[in-house]
């Protein structure tokens, strides 16, 4: 079975600071793809970044980047110049190719503190 | 950008009654609709995914006559909370899947349902 994994439950960073999510996750396919979405108060649910496994280049947008470790089945997501507008539930998801479906991580819940 | 608009974004209904929510896709095609509930404090549990024009495909324990999706147009997808009970109360969300944009799905805003 495909599983992710946020092993962190609640981080804070202060404000201008640079923070670091953890996901790992498992399967056995070759072909998939790898999301974080942020999940303000709102609870609106927004894509921060994704990327595709057969891409070995990390992605990157604007302050948010990932590294991705294909082999060791690691995604973590690198958030630069923390913003209080940043503060949110972050899921880490899986979703291989063909099936549609996303596999969601626990989350973690951030704090940029002032 | 790719907006998927809920409605409602919260109700609150009797026990017994049933409630309908609606997603529409608002600027593209939505092939796949995805049916999400979320527990406070918890992740997404993906409870159905909808084709146009198909059955919905319903996740293992989620009670397909309890929870009844309709995916009748590529811009329309409606889930409808029937016989609803204090149990049923959470927050539901859905996403939309637009073949033309690949695996980054938009999500709608979500709706807050509480039975009493």
């Known amino acids: 079975a495909q599983t992710v994994t946020q092993s962190q439950p609640e981080m804070s960073v202060q404000e201008a600071e640079t923070v670091t999510l953890s996901c790992t996750y498992d399967t056995s396919e070759n072909n998939y793809y790898l999301f974080w979405y942020k999940q303000p108060p709102s609870r609106q649910m927004i894509l921060v970044i994704r990327q595709e496994a057969y891409k070995q280049q990390n992605a990157t947008e604007n302050r948010f980047s990932v590294n991705f470790q294909k082999a060791a089945k690691s995604f973590s997501l690198k958030i630069s110049d923390s913003q209080l507008g940043d503060t949110a539930m972050y899921f880490c998801a899986f979703c291989t190719s063909g099936t549609y479906k996303y596999i969601f991580g626990t989350g973690t819940r951030l704090k940029v503190l002032a | 950008g790719a907006v998927v608009s809920q409605h409602p974004s919260w109700v609150i209904c009797k026990s017994g009654t049933s409630v309908k929510i609606e997603c529409r896709s608002l600027?593209?095609?939505?092939?796949?609709m995805f049916w999400y509930r979320q527990f406070p404090k918890q992740s997404l549990m993906l409870m159905a995914t909808?084709?146009?024009?198909?059955?919905?495909?319903?996740e293992q324990g989620v009670e397909k006559d309890k929870f009844l999706i309709n995916h009748a147009s590529l811009t329309l997808s409606t889930l409808t909370v029937t016989s609803a009970h204090p149990e049923d109360s959470s927050f539901y969300i859905c996403?939309?899947?637009?073949?033309?944009?690949?695996?980054?799905?938009?999500f709608g805003s979500g709706t807050r349902l509480t039975v009493v």
């Open positions: 996403s939309a899947r637009d073949r033309t944009r690949g695996y980054g799905y938009t």
């Open positions: 600027d593209f095609q939505a092939t796949t």
């Open positions: 909808s084709n146009e024009g198909s059955k919905a495909t319903y």
